[in-house]
């Protein structure tokens, strides 16, 4: 593989010489295309609309997959409210497990609130002090938007947005307030 | 994105091998799916950022793609002794490294630059912000920086999150 190496440029703006520190290098190899093809031909650079097609049915097939998974996973956060507030580390970690996965997945299957809701629990989960996992109300407010938004997907958006953003108030509040508590 | 010369090859995804980090049963099922629809040749799925580095020094994929947040080795991690200068098999400064995360701040982001994440996809991941995190990845040339400790893409470099994170 070929690689050249130079000394003057720094973050996309050049340098002068005497700016870059002497045990710095900067290198540049050849793209991974280049690499495999050589430079006679190329990678498509440009996305393919048929490439996004498939990709996009892909997405669509296992959404109804997920649709039904959704609703037992739900059922699974409420059972583990109860045990998780009262100490059972299993249920504790299960509970973010199925969280971050709601998070990341979905919007991608085209439940973009569920997503936002599941995020605003992530991130206080990640935080949450044994007393936040004793007193569970944060937590029972999420996984009670959770519900309602999975059982009614016809409700109001203007309720829908205002709960979310209710929460993530509540959320950005309390981890202020830990900030500050030091 | 400009156009490259004429002879694009259809069948490029074939000949890619990318790992894929994450321990999610079900975002594997999808990003597998999802590469599969690409036509990417190979695959290899590792489910944390420990059996990710196994698994890069033993297959040198071309590009990994991992979670962020994982247990009991992150993202971040597995990023950083990707590497560091010292890590031995599974040393490389040029593998692109694509995050996805669900954490949107900008602290976030540059948290992972500095660990030498190539590319931030913010999640809920859509089949067109991968498509063009690895076409990216795969035809620009690879810039890196080598320091005493660090061999990766520049640490001050602009790194923008792919994604609204909605």
Known sequence: MSASVTHSRLAG?????????????????????????????????????RVLDKMQTTIRKLETKYAEALSAQVSMLQLLVDPAAKGD?????????????????????????????????????????????????VIRLHVDAIREAVDNPGTDPAITTETLAALERLVAADLAKRKIAG | MTAGPAKADPD?????????????????????????????????????????????????????????????????????????????DAANPEVPILMISGHAGRENVTHARDQG??????????????????????????HFVETPSYRGPSPRRRLEARGTGE
């Open chain 1, 13 to 49: 703006r050049d340098v002068p010489m005497s700016e870059t520190p002497p045990d710095v290098r900067f290198i540049r190899v050849p793209s991974i295309a280049e690499r495999k093809l050589g430079t006679s031909h190329t990678a498509p650079m440009r996305l393919d609309p």
């Open chain 1, 89 to 137: 580390g299993e249920a504790r970690e299960r509970l973010y497990s199925l969280t971050h996965d709601m998070r990341g997945l979905a919007g991608t299957f085209g439940f973009p609130v569920i997503g936002r809701f599941a995020n605003s629990l992530c991130l206080y989960l990640e935080k949450a002090r044994e007393e936040d996992w004793r007193d569970a109300s």
């Open chain 2, 12 to 88: 490029f995804f074939r000949r890619l091998s990318i790992l894929v980090v994450e321990d999610s049963a079900e975002m594997q099922r999808l990003l597998t799916a999802l590469l599969e629809s690409m036509g990417v040749g190979r695959i290899i799925v590792a489910h944390d950022g420990a059996r990710g580095l196994t698994a890069f020094a033993a297959e040198r994929p071309d590009i990994i793609i991992t979670d962020g947040a994982m247990t009991p080795m992150d993202g971040l991690e597995m990023t950083r002794r990707i590497r560091a200068s010292d890590a031995g």
């Open chain 2, 117 to 142: 994440v190539t590319d931030y996809l913010l999640k809920p991941l859509s089949a067109e912000m991968l498509y063009e995190a690895i076409v990216n990845a795969v035809s620009r040339p690879i």
